[in-house]
């Protein structure tokens, strides 16, 4: 199994960039790194995350916790920012080519590009350190640029988290193999008695969440949606 390093970039006490309004590149790096969490661990991967609150962890820190969980890769996620309101592409950076981290990159980049139809900014090298202190191949994306007002507007939005999640999932998936896209694990089965069950019904097909992210364990189920969920047993019993 393939543990997968996410560096939502800053937090805490480091904003990162500011948009005009009060949009902080910390918020949307963690956005995206809880959803593609998410993602990744339906699939079936294991996560290591360098935060998953809003707190301040240095980038040695950071670098260290992947070496030390000896990730296979690292996706360390940013927001763009240029005296320029009007710059305006989404770019994969990477820390030199020709190694794995240029081929993580250049699965990522093409479904960010699809994905947000923001210009494509291309694969681009740069001395970062979280690209040179850790030991995994390592890629560093930047969504976007805060200071386009159009773009901080759209990375304001849960929508474009998760379709930037959704996009470097896929690219990743390419990468490892996985399947281009999973179903989204509901928030509210975790510590569920039945969670295990619950997962591999979803990862099956028999039984999805709601389209606002909850399964509502809880809940109980008519008749007509147990038949439904027994019908689907069947169809895969043929
Ligand atoms: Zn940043």
Not at 36 to 55: F, N, P
Not at 91 to 96: H, Q
Not at 106 to 113: F, S
Not at 151 to 158: D, G, K, P, Y
Request: aromatic residues 6%; proline residues 6%.
């Amino acid at each position: 199994m393939t543990k997968i390093g996410i560096d939502p970039g800053h937090g805490g006490s480091d904003p990162g960039a500011v948009a005009a309004g009060e949009l902080q590149e910390k918020d949307v790096t963690l956005a995206v790194g809880l959803d593609l969490r998410h993602r990744l661990q339906g699939a079936g991967l294991e996560v290591i995350m360098s935060r998953t609150e809003d707190v301040d962890v240095s980038l040695a820190d950071r670098a260290q916790l992947f070496n030390r969980e000896q990730v296979g890769l690292v996706v360390s996620l940013h927001v763009n920012s240029a005296a320029s309101t009007t710059a305006n592409y989404v770019s994969t950076f990477i820390l030199a080519p020709g190694g794995q981290a240029e081929k993580i990159a250049n699965a990522i980049q093409p479904e960010l590009v699809a994905a947000t139809g923001w210009p494509d900014g291309g694969v681009r090298e740069a001395n970062f350190y979280i690209l040179r202190q850790t030991d995994a191949p390592a890629v560093l994306v930047e969504m976007g640029f805060i200071s386009n007002p159009a773009t901080a507007s759209l990375l304001a939005t849960i929508a474009t988290r998760q379709t930037l999640a959704r996009a470097i999932y896929k690219g990743l998936a390419v990468y490892l193999g996985l399947p281009p896209d999973v179903p989204m694990l509901p928030t509210d089965i975790q510590g569920n008695w039945a969670e295990a069950a619950i997962r591999r019904v979803i990862a099956a097909g028999i039984m999805s969440g709601y389209p606002d992210g909850s399964f509502r364990p809880d809940q109980p189920a008519t008749r007509a949606e147990l038949a439904a969920a027994l019908d689907r047993i069947l169809d895969k019993l043929k």
